[in-house]
């Protein structure tokens, strides 16, 4: 503190506050503002435009068709498919986005006439709900290695979630396979999750809009952007 007569001028130390220093509350991470939701819609309508014209949906098929090795590839890239869900949870630091941005993928696809249908809903949120969890669990701590395991568990879930929507581990020719599958999933999974902080992290510099505090730790009234 300086004086000049009777003026004073403060000189304030602005601290940022870390998610370890702070009370996490959950429902912030299930709350989503307008900007959230528009990111979350934008982010589903770009990958499902990708998907779309990629013909994800019967290129799956042609790999599956192939057998334990059709399914070891699949296992690697499913998690490439997540990697602008998990930037956008980057950017505004809610864990919902997720569910938010797989589910309007997931819709329309299915529109646009998936061969898989409806079915797309359950393999899009299914895997969303696990990533989630790594997010409540952990508390946002861990930076690039907490996008890492988030997306390697939902990578793995995602796998999981196909093997039900297609009837079983018979179609890796059997159990040891299938978890040779799940194994590669998680590994590509973590790489493509550190992919998703660097992208969000790029974004971020480079002027999209984004939150520096998860609102789960500053009862929503971080600044968002």
């Known amino acids: 503190m300086l004086c000049a007569s009777h003026d004073r001028i403060l000189t304030v130390k602005i601290i940022k506050i870390s998610p370890a220093q702070s009370t996490y509350q959950i429902r912030e991470d299930f709350k989503l503002n307008t900007m959230d939701i528009v990111t979350a819609v934008l982010l589903g309508v770009i990958q499902a435009a990708v998907e779309i014209v990629g013909l994800l949906g ?9 057998g334990p090795l059709g399914f070891a590839i699949y296992a690697f890239y499913n998690g490439m498919t997540w990697i602008l869900f998990y930037a956008g949870v980057y950017l505004r630091k809610r864990a919902m986005l997720v569910i938010l941005a797989v589910g309007v993928t997931a819709l329309v696809r299915w529109f646009a006439g998936d061969p898989d249908g409806p079915i797309l809903m359950f393999y899009g949120l299914f895997p969303a709900a696990f990533g989630i969890a790594i997010f409540v669990v952990l508390r946002w701590r861990g930076e690039k290695f907490l996008f890492g395991l988030a997306l390697a568990v939902t990578s793995v879930a995602n796998q999981l979630a196909m093997f039900i ?18 194994a590669i999933a998680a590994l590509g999974g973590f790489i493509w999750g550190v992919a998703a902080w660097y992208l969000g992290r790029g974004l971020e510099n480079a002027g999209v809009p984004s939150v520096e505090i998860p609102p789960a730790f500053d009862d929503g009234q971080s600044g968002h952007a």
């Open 58 to 66: 019967f290129l799956e098929r042609t790999v599956w068709a192939t």
């Open 165 to 182: 929507g297609q009837g079983g581990f018979q179609l890796a020719n059997g159990t040891r396979w299938a978890l040779v599958s799940m």
